[in-house]
């Protein structure tokens, strides 16, 4: 990689940031450049958030529908799957499975709400109760 | 480098410490640590000198439905290599209770000590909100604490800039559960160095470019090094048969992302690896470990024709051709293999 192939300006979704690239100068030897993000990093991040935001959306829909829990919803905005918040939760999987059932959900004790909340970084459990309309 | 601030015990770090911006987390902490007790160590150095550089495919290991894909060795691997090839008396501390941790990194900061720690990017308040993912292995330093505001000092090695961070989203940051838990790991060189001559590393790099090589090569799982490589090229190539087109695409996007978004210096620490035989070269005497380097940024300027390629189906913009990225993948997987062998055999 030469210098002159690495975006100097920071992109958008770096807010004013930039990392360091390794690149070969013109004396044949390595220096570190600052790197904006070219087309490629910047554009499979972009898509990396958006595919979160896809799940969420469609968690959103169907939990206003009644068909899944707003946990479902509020796990894919905070840039989680079942697995993830699994883990972060210490629940089993089955249980945070179980846990997107609408019927059980409404009836999630206060506790476990907050495990979900800690794990999240949300403030207010029972912010996991609503969704946006 | 300054050689006074090796002793800083009693001075504050704040004042001495000295950012510095590297490609990788793990590395680029080590190195400024290292620097900072008077060792004038580059990033593709240690890097190179613990044997970072891999592939793995970890098709068993999902990440949101997604192999795991690296570039590099395990969390740890680096800073574990440098303990022991250096003898450096970096010392861990991990916690139960974030209250005690966050005493203890208190109290080392209040002794001037630059101060190593792991946290999770999607928590540290001073990430773009588009770079935060639920990564629980990210490592920065804390070097000091703002006395009027409470909050830390920080030298992220990824970022152009020292930045700070609020005392409470920091401790949440430290204690994630999850994947690779942090635990409230904090690490410091806790003591003197024994040696502070650069000159130490060259009877070590032989082994080092050895081992790398290896692994590249010989390991006895398919998912590691070229092999993986190829393991992974099979996998694209069935993919179209197997799975909807948006996972296809996803998937190209994440073999991207694990490449060049996550601070790797470009091409999935093959640049990295290639300044290191350079320094090698020169601290070895040996004009074809200068001749590889060369020949590694190639096959590096190829991994990045591969990323903008896969990137452009994953956004859409070109139509998804899974087989050809798979072809893409087995090419890179025989020249890294014929490199690999050729730099076992130079040293």
């Known amino acids: 990689m030469r210098p002159d192939e690495v975006p100097s300006q920071s992109a958008t979704i770096y807010e004013g940031a930039t990392k360091a690239a390794y690149v070969v100068g013109p004396d044949g030897r390595y220096t570190i450049v600052p790197n904006g993000g070219d087309e490629a990093e910047v554009a499979v991040t972009e898509e990396a958030v958006a595919w979160f935001g896809q799940m969420a959306e469609a968690a959103r829909l169907r939990a206003l529908a009644g068909e899944t829990s707003p946990l479902e919803y509020h796990m894919y905005r905070q840039r989680m799957d079942v697995p993830t918040l699994a883990q972060a939760t210490g629940f089993w999987r089955i249980t945070v499975r179980r846990h997107l059932r609408p019927a059980v959900f409404a009836k999630l004790p206060r506790k476990k709400l907050e495990r979900h909340a800690i794990a999240m970084g949300i403030a207010d459990p029972e912010q996991l109760r609503s969704i946006p309309a | ?347």
């Not at chain 2, 799982?221 to 087109?245: D, E, F, H, N, Y």
């Open chain 2, 1 to 347: 480098m300054n050689t006074t601030i090796a002793t800083s015990s009693a001075a504050p770090a704040a004042s001495t410490f000295q950012h510095l911006q590297s490609a990788h987390c793990e590395s680029g902490v080590i190195t400024s640590l290292l620097r900072h007790e008077g060792l004038p160590i580059t990033e593709a150095m240690v890097f190179g000198l613990t044997s970072a550089l891999s592939f793995c495919y970890f098709p068993f290991v999902k990440i949101n439905q997604l192999p795991l894909i690296s570039y590099r060795m395990t969390p740890r691997y680096i800073l574990n290599g440098i303990r022991r090839l250096l003898r450096v008396p970096l010392r861990y501390e991990t916690f139960r209770a974030p209250a005690d941790g966050t005493r203890r990194l208190d109290e080392l900061l209040a002794r001037g000590r630059p101060v190593g720690l792991q946290g999770s990017v999607y928590f540290l308040p001073y990430f773009p909100v588009n770079m935060r993912f639920h990564f629980n292995a990210h490592n920065l330093i804390a070097y000091g604490r703002d006395s009027a505001t409470g909050e830390y000092l920080i030298s992220d090695p990824v970022f152009n800039t020292p930045t700070r961070s609020a005392p409470d989203a920091f401790e949440r940051a430290r204690f994630v559960r999850g994947a690779l838990a942090p635990r409230g790991l904090i690490y410091h060189i806790d003591g003197a160095i024994p040696d502070k001559d650069i000159a130490q590393v060259v009877p070590l790099l032989r082994a080092a470019i050895r081992k790398n090589a290896f692994m590249m090569l010989w390991m006895p799982i398919p998912c590691v090094g070229t092999p993986g490589i190829r393991l992974l090229a099979s996998r694209v190539r069935r993919l179209p048969a197997q799975k909807q087109p948006d996972f296809c695409r996803r998937f190209a996007g994440h073999i991207v992302r694990m490449q060049e978004e996550v601070g790797t210096g470009g091409a999935g620490f093959r640049f990295l690896y290639a300044a290191f035989l350079q320094e090698a070269a020169v601290l070895l005497n040996k004009p074809a470990l200068h001749e590889l380097s060369l020949e590694l940024t190639a096959i590096g300027d190829e991994w990045r024709v591969f990323a903008t390629h896969a990137a452009r189906q994953n956004k859409g913009r070109a139509p998804l051709d899974p087989p050809a990225l798979a072809a893409t993948l087995a090419t890179l997987s025989a020249k890294e293999r014929l490199f690999f062998k050729k730099l076992w055999k130079a040293v």
